[in-house]
């Protein structure tokens, strides 16, 4: 270890142990409308940003534009024959604030067919990474290839008028939305399937195009994508994903730009990878059970000693709900209607099951909120059942998802005119002296 290092080790550990005895001593403590606590444990719950699309309530999960998940998956447009709503449709949405026709579902559709062709460079500059690149990688780098077609930085560089902001913001935000699906498919097909690519169909609408070209033409899987694509377009603005988007937007930062950074934060662990790990976790569970289908009793006990090793349940819990997830229960109607009649899935059923033992357990310990499965308990294993089991890419899928929601929000914020974001900081020696005058008081 250099000298540097050291002498930065000798200061970061006291000064880690001050702020957690600051934390757990004073963290009741007001600093106006908000508390220590707050301010050092990532600004849960405090107001600071305002997002229009959608927002997360306790007892009913998402709720886009006043609408909750089975609400929007009852009135929005549905393909031809098909039982899940078109992610256009929720799209329009969040963006209009209201609920879509059929007709202005399918111009959505055409719209982004006509404005998917994606530039060649940014096909040459994935080609040159390696393969073994993350494909969240590739997917940002594609991303900001594909800046150099920005026509908000374009009009910006030519001094646009302000009140013209969202017009640009809007057209590279329907530009980038229409693009993506080709572009995850080409890093999917490049990365997993010996670089052999499928052209778009475009006949076929955003979500099951997005299937088409990832090598999926079975009708089920097509409409497992455009659930997907609907349960995780949004989740509020101050996930980190949605955040970095929306304050990488406020320094008018093209939509390109803004985008890019938000995937930098879903590609985070406590972020977007937690699909992934709820799968790890059940492969793990299944193979050290022996393999094939467990019983109640197994699980149980596998929980038990997860929780006994001091590790989490991954799939279980929710910052804000207090029930189970509405996105996951979407995912559980979809298991029961397209895959169980045709025969049981093992990892599918393992998850039902959890869902029977696994909340009494976690409720036991007295120290979880919520003992309920959130959307990543079940998204995995579905994807998984019809063959995609490339789980590094899940994240990717997740990034096509969110770009609705995240990009419908940055239209809204340029025309708005909301200003750059650039909230006050304090320092611990600050915090220390705020408390100790509001105490004498």
Not at 58 to 71: T, V, W
Not at 136 to 150: H, N
Not at 398 to 414: E, I, K, N, T
């Amino acid at each position: 270890m250099d000298s540097l290092k050291e002498r930065f080790a000798a200061k970061a550990g006291p000064a880690a142990a001050e702020v957690k005895a600051l934390i757990k001593e004073k963290g009741d403590v007001k600093l106006g409308e908000y508390t220590v606590a707050q301010v050092y444990q990532g600004m849960k719950s405090m107001i600071g940003m305002v997002t229009e699309t959608s927002k997360l309530d306790a007892n009913d999960g998402i709720r886009f534009r006043g609408y909750s998940i089975p609400e929007l998956r009852e009135k929005l447009p549905k393909a031809a024959g098909g039982t899940e709503p078109l992610p256009e449709g929720i799209f329009y949405l969040m963006l209009m604030g209201e609920l879509p026709t059929e007709e202005d579902v399918h111009q959505i559709s055409n719209d982004w067919a006509r404005r998917a062709i994606v530039p060649k460079h940014v096909f040459d500059v994935l080609d040159k990474l390696p393969l073994s690149t993350h494909p969240m990688t590739q997917f940002i780098v594609a991303i900001t290839s594909m800046q150099t077609e920005s026509l908000f930085a374009a009009a910006y560089s030519k001094g646009v008028n302000k009140k013209e902001y969202w017009s640009y913001a809007y057209e590279d935000s329907m530009n980038l939305i229409a693009r993506l699906p080709r572009v995850a498919a080409y890093i999917y097909r490049r990365k997993y399937k010996n670089g052999v690519h499928i052209e778009p169909d475009p006949k076929l609408d955003w979500a099951a195009n997005l299937a088409h070209m990832l090598g999926y033409d079975d009708p089920n899987i097509m409409s497992l994508m455009r659930l997907y694509m609907t349960i995780h377009v949004d989740h509020e603005g101050g996930n980190v994903s949605a955040h970095a988007t929306h304050l990488v937007g406020s320094a008018l930062s093209d939509p390109y730009l803004a985008f890019a950074s938000g995937m930098t934060g879903l590609a985070g662990p406590l972020h977007g990878l937690a699909n992934q790990e709820v799968l790890s976790w059940i492969l793990k569970l299944r193979q050290e059970l022996g393999g094939g289908l467990p019983t109640e009793a197994q699980i149980e006990e596998y929980i038990k000693k997860t929780l006994a090793d001091g590790k989490v349940v991954p799939g279980y819990g929710h910052a804000v709900l207090r029930k189970t997830d509405p996105r996951f229960s979407a995912q559980q109607d979809f298991y029961n209607h397209y895959i169980r009649p045709t025969g049981k899935d093992d990892l599918c059923e393992i998850v039902q099951m959890m869902y029977k033992v696994a909340p009494p357990i976690l409720e036991s310990t007295g120290k979880i909120k919520n003992p309920w499965p959130n959307v990543d308990a079940h998204s995995g294993v579905l994807l998984t059942h019809y063959g995609m089991v490339e789980h590094d890419f899940y994240t990717v899928l997740f990034g096509v998802s969110r770009a609705l929601g995240v990009l419908a929000s940055l239209v809204w914020d340029r025309a708005l005119g909301h200003p750059i974001e650039r909230p006050g900081s304090m320092t611990t020696e600050g915090i220390k002296i705020k408390i100790a005058a509001i105490e004498a008081k």
